[in-house]
């Protein structure tokens, strides 16, 4: 596609319910990646994708979170048993491959709010 | 671990102005620095991105500097328009596109 596209944009869930954000990078992009972005806090790193591997998993905050990528192309971020604080925006990114030096683009992001 | 400071946290201008953001960085082992807009609501738009091996770039009005060795970088805008309102975040690379951002600077630029 012409740009990183994020699903659904707006979610309002209940406490304890699960919850999958769906991202859909920019076509031939092998790279993609999850961040968060908390009210009042900067953006932080959750996930990266290789392909279908995820060589750094380090930045999910705890075991509800999980994100897998089939295909090569589309990625899902899982958030089992949702908490108030996983209240946030989280975006997703892509690149051409996961080299440094190769401009990353964002999502419009999906905006989560557990009440 | 990598820390990344924006200053100033807002900034509010006339339009015309010329104007300096800042960025600093705690560990110089970078691969890369990226300036990124963010618009209320929105996701992130990339301005400039500076390969550790060079010292600037520069985009139409915009133009970022990097000294890696001090661990700093600058966003030049140059005669700041209304349009150019939004929050301003740099992002260091600290290898494999692991993005590590500072907290950004809200931009303001009045008619």
């Known amino acids: 596609g012409a740009g990183v596209s994020q699903s659904p944009s707006n979610k309002v869930t209940e406490k304890g319910k699960d919850v999958e954000l769906r991202c859909d990078p920019i076509s031939g992009h092998t790279a993609l990646y999850w961040y968060r972005q908390s009210l009042g806090q900067g953006l932080e790193f959750l996930i990266y994708?290789?392909?279908?591997?995820?060589?750094?998993k380090s930045g999910l905050p705890s075991d509800r979170f999980s994100a897998e990528r089939t295909g090569g192309s589309v990625s899902t971020l899982t958030i089992q048993r949702t908490q108030q604080e996983d209240s946030a925006v989280y975006l997703c990114?892509?690149?051409?491959?996961?080299?440094?030096?190769?401009?990353?683009?964002f999502g419009e992001g999906s905006w989560l709010t557990v009440v | 671990k990598q820390e990344v400071t924006q200053i100033p946290a807002a900034l509010s201008v006339p339009e015309g102005e010329n104007l300096v953001l800042n960025c600093s960085f705690t560990d110089s082992a970078i691969y890369n620095l990226q300036w990124f807009r963010q618009d209320p609501g929105k996701g992130l738009t990339s301005l400039l991105l500076i390969q550790s091996s060079q010292r600037e770039q520069t985009s139409g009005r915009l133009n970022a500097s990097l000294d890696k060795s001090s661990g700093r970088s600058t966003l030049y805008i140059a005669a700041s328009q209304p349009g150019d309102s939004a929050t301003y975040l740099c992002a260091v690379n600290t290898g494999f596109q692991k993005l590590v951002f500072g907290t950004g600077t809200r931009l303001l630029v009045s008619p």
């Open positions: 994708f290789q392909g279908n591997s995820a060589p750094d």
């Open positions: 990114a892509s690149s051409l491959d996961g080299l440094s030096g190769n401009t990353i683009y």
